[in-house]
């Protein structure tokens, strides 16, 4: 998952500026989405049962957040 700077709710809260300029805000708009998604990823929504999972967070040169997830699932009983 990348951040995108172009998104309108980044855009609309810069005021102008550039997101290179207010790392700050895109930052916090990156770790918000984040944990929606890890939040529905451990509520079983989107891949089941998890019995652990394991993220990174990288922060590129030209200025994009970028996020590595491995979900690991509990083993299900086959299909009889």
Do not use: W
């Amino acid at each position: 998952m990348t951040c995108n700077q172009g998104h309108r709710d980044i855009k609309a809260s810069i005021d102008g500026q550039y997101p290179d300029e207010r790392a700050d805000i895109v930052n916090r708009y990156f770790a918000k989405q984040i944990d929606q998604l890890l939040h529905y990823i451990n509520a079983g929504q989107a891949f089941g049962k998890l019995c652990a999972y394991c993220y990174v967070i990288e922060y590129q040169k030209r200025g994009n957040v970028r996020a590595a997830r491995l979900p690991m699932c509990a083993p299900q009983p086959p299909c009889a």
